[in-house]
């Protein structure tokens, strides 16, 4: 990875574990930037841009995705400024990404990542009271297929992180609260 600058709080974890909602809160409290990966991604995939991660999984498909995502990866950890940067919740199950991430945290600036971990029956149960913008990826209701994603994901998302903060019973902003004092431990500030 080349020319990195920068440091990058990256938080990992399934979707409805507050990654973008937490990450926001935090990043503004540390007057930093914030970027959810999937912003930067929905910017360019298979040579498009679309509104919504949803619209692009359905008409790019998830392999196009996926590699949109690891170059998205790559170019939010050049834009040199301190930052929250919440992946994805499927980012770190794909080879490619997974690359991106450990080179930029063998170059030292990743702080973390900080894995939001719950329960997946707590996910579900946020996902069937705001679905926001997830698509299936089993073709099931997202609520539905938590549970099987948490078993393909919980394994990678530990290995890779340096902190896990179990967010079951703690609201964003409490969550947000918590990352905030990661980036002050983390960094040395």
Do not use: C, N
Request: cysteine-free; overall charge negative; glycine content about 10%.
């Amino acid at each position: 990875m080349a020319d990195l600058a920068g440091r990058y709080l990256v938080v990992i974890g399934l979707r409805a574990s507050g990654k973008t909602s937490a990450g926001q809160l935090a990043a503004d409290r540390l007057g930093i930037a914030f970027t959810d990966l999937d912003d930067v991604t929905i910017q360019r995939v298979d040579g498009r841009s679309f509104m919504t991660v949803r619209e692009a999984w359905a008409a790019a498909g998830e392999p196009a995705f996926r590699q949109a995502e690891a170059e998205a990866l790559g170019r939010a950890f050049s834009m040199r400024t301190d930052r929250v940067l919440a992946l994805g919740g499927g980012t770190t199950a794909f080879a490619d990404a997974r690359r991106v991430l450990t080179e930029a945290m063998d170059g030292g600036f990743v702080l973390g990542p900080v894995y939001l971990h719950a329960p997946p029956e707590a996910l579900a149960s946020r996902l069937r009271q705001e679905l926001g913008d997830r698509p299936s990826i089993t073709g099931e209701h997202p609520a539905d297929e938590i549970a099987g994603l948490y078993d393909k994901r919980d394994a990678i998302y530990r290995a890779l992180a340096d902190q896990i903060v179990e967010v079951e019973h703690l609201s964003i902003d409490q969550t947000a609260d918590r990352l905030v004092e990661l980036w002050h431990q983390l960094a040395g500030d």
